[in-house]
């Protein structure tokens, strides 16, 4: 069966300082994968979307880059965070029904 | 206009009653269909699929009205355990990689 993982659960970084957040998924071949924002009391924002290694899409320019050096891994970055990077960050896969399955979250607070 | 939208709530209900939320979409080219659970503070969960002819899932109803562009949930006695965010998704099929998601509608079942 099929399981994503994403870490840190839990993130609190200073204004400036660099972000890298990874997701690994596991149990299955060149899965798309998504990376998404949530702010408090807010929907969820689509930030980048992978169909496979190397290739990105970007949907929301922005402090964010991200990149997928390998099938089941995908990775969140930023050189310099900003205040607005706040949030709930949130890795998922799509399954074969085209529904997404979440990891569980990194709450990153920018202080 | 928004891709999904959806009415943010909040809906507070007495336990037992019968709640219903709409998610509408612009894309008549639309194909898939799903409602998704987020408790606070975590992860977004699949609940159920939304079929052309409408689905059931114990006390859940889902149905699809493509004519209208809308989906809509519905809870039968609800419980307290109802209480949560629910985001319909909609996925444009074929080709497209995109999964997005509503904003969400709160629900707070009051005992």
């Known amino acids: 069966s099929q399981t994503i993982h994403q870490w840190p659960a839990t993130l609190v970084q200073p204004v400036g300082s660099p972000l890298s957040l990874e997701c690994t998924v596991e149990?299955?071949?060149?899965?798309?994968l998504y990376w998404y924002r949530q702010a408090a009391g807010r929907g969820l924002q689509l930030l980048f979307y992978s169909v496979g290694i190397g290739q990105i899409s970007s949907e929301v320019p922005q402090n964010l880059s991200a990149s997928r050096p390998q099938d089941r891994q995908f990775i969140l970055s930023s050189k310099k965070l900003l205040l607005s990077d706040s949030g709930f960050y949130l890795c998922?896969?799509?399954?074969?029904?085209?529904?997404?399955?979440f990891g569980q979250g990194t709450r990153l607070t920018v202080v | 206009r928004k891709e999904v939208e959806q009415d943010p709530g909040p809906f507070n209900v007495p336990e037992g009653a019968t709640v219903a939320f709409n998610c509408t979409y612009s894309?008549?080219?639309?194909?898939?269909f799903f409602w998704y659970r987020q408790d606070c503070r975590k992860e977004p969960k699949l609940l159920m699929s939304?079929?052309?002819s409408g689905n059931e899932d114990g006390r859940f109803t889902a149905q699809l009205n493509r004519a209208s562009q809308y989906i809509s949930l519905l809870i039968r006695d609800s419980k307290l355990s109802d209480s949560a965010t629910y985001l319909c998704v909609v996925n444009r099929g074929g080709g497209y990689q995109k999964v997005t998601f509503g904003t969400g509608t709160k629900l707070q079942v009051i005992p």
């Open positions: 998922a896969y799509r399954g074969v029904g085209a529904e997404a399955f």
């Open positions: 939304v079929y052309s």
């Open positions: 149990g299955t071949s060149n899965p798309n």
């Open positions: 894309n008549s080219a639309s194909q898939s």
